[in-house]
């Protein structure tokens, strides 16, 4: 049997090259901690990257986090996929006529227009979108505040991405900032149609996130993730307690988290 290459370094190095803020990179446990989303979403989003989920994260204006977002949930990939940042249109061409051997995870870091490292705009972000296959997920994040504005602003001109296409995105997730802090406001997860239903939002009163679909979390992605649904029960219990005990040993630092889940959480679940 082939060994499986970890790609953990190359990965933490790609992620942390997300960093806007300066610092450290923040992990799930430091968002959880701030309120900025629920320990049982983020349990469900870690999950949802570990088997390989194409993500994307908005906000209306840009510094509410949801690049911090992204590079916390990012450090949940399973080690033998290589995190791969699209620095321009020239790489999708490339991409399209090349195959690996392992699974890659096709990092834009922002769909925007702009001189900026990794943003991607105009028929590139189509081209990036035909990529995804079931060798090839796709994180990214872009400026919207809700999901119909964002489906708008990726199916008009000048992006045009189908929306069968979009189907292909497991989970859109959305952010605001204000006096109450930085928030996680919706969640929307792929439904069983081809389309995406509200799974998570935020009650501002309760400042909680409530889980709001009628299906669980396992129903709607057993078959997605070709995973029986007590499998994903068993799993989102099992990283909801890591997730909870890493919080209480005080385990924050991005890079240890995801360590401490390679060699704890993956062994005991496969």
């Given at each position: 049997m082939k060994k499986v290459k970890p790609y953990t370094h190359e990965n933490l190095l790609a992620i942390n090259n997300l960093n806007q803020r300066g610092g450290r990179m923040l992990s799930l446990c430091d968002l959880i901690t701030a309120g900025t989303l629920s320990l049982e979403a983020a349990a469900e989003l870690a999950l949802i990257a570990y088997y390989n989920g194409s993500f994307l994260t908005a906000a209306g204006p840009g510094g509410v986090g949801k690049t911090t977002l992204m590079a916390a949930i990012l450090a949940f990939l399973p080690p033998g996929t290589e995190i791969m940042t699209i620095t321009g249109s020239g790489m999708l061409s490339e991409l399209g006529t090349r195959?690996?051997?392992?699974?890659?995870?096709?990092?834009?870091?922002?769909i925007g227009s702009g001189p900026y490292f990794s943003y991607l705009w105009g028929n590139g972000v189509a081209r990036y979108f035909g990529l995804i296959n079931r060798d090839r997920s796709l994180v990214s994040n872009l400026h919207a505040e809700t999901y119909d504005g964002a489906v708008s602003q990726l199916k008009g001109h000048p992006l045009s991405v189908a929306r069968d296409v979009l189907a292909h995105i497991d989970f859109f997730a959305f952010?605001?900032?204000?006096?109450?802090?930085?928030?996680?406001?919706e969640i929307w997860y792929a439904d069983t149609n081809g389309s995406h239903i509200p799974a998570w939002k935020w009650d501002r009163k309760m400042d909680s996130l409530l889980y709001v679909a009628a299906l669980p979390f396992s129903k709607l992605f057993s078959a997605r993730f070709h995973q029986k649904e007590d499998t994903l029960k068993t799993r989102i219990s099992a990283l909801q307690a890591y997730l909870h005990e890493a919080m209480n040993q005080h385990i924050t630092h991005l890079e240890k988290l995801q360590r401490e889940f390679l060699h704890r959480f993956l062994p005991a679940s496969d």
């Open positions: 195959t690996f051997d392992h699974h890659l995870c096709l990092l834009v870091h922002e952010m605001k900032a204000g006096a109450y802090g930085r928030r996680v406001t």
